[in-house]
């Protein structure tokens, strides 16, 4: 596969092309979905939740943290997740600045 060259789009670009490509899995949608109807953070098995293994769900865990979509602190013997909320408006901020900008140019 070839070099994807990211130098030559904008970091906004970049950006929202890694948000894309981190959601653009079901399983972290559905765990983006269950954690963020809690009304705290998530200290459970999400295994039970999900339906999927549990070195599955710590993958998928490891990629929505990686764009900073979640938070997780350790509790105890587990770690806890929770929905970085100022991540989360910055990203709402550029897709509405993307869809707002686009102009309808229907053939």
């Known amino acids: 596969m070839g070099v994807t060259k990211t130098e030559i789009f904008t970091g906004q670009q970049n950006d929202l092309a890694q948000f894309f490509k981190v959601l653009g899995h079901p399983a972290r949608v559905a765990i983006l979905q269950y954690i963020s109807n809690q009304n705290a953070c998530i200290c459970s098995d999400l295994v039970e939740e999900i339906g999927l293994a549990q070195a599955t769900i710590s993958q998928h865990l490891k990629e929505l ?10 509790e105890g013997k587990s770690m806890c997740y929770c929905i970085n909320i100022e991540r989360w408006s910055q990203i709402q901020h550029q897709l509405n600045t993307f869809f707002n900008k686009t102009k309808s140019n229907c053939c």
Do not use: R
């Open 65 to 74: 943290k990686s764009i900073g979509l979640l938070k997780g602190e350790i």
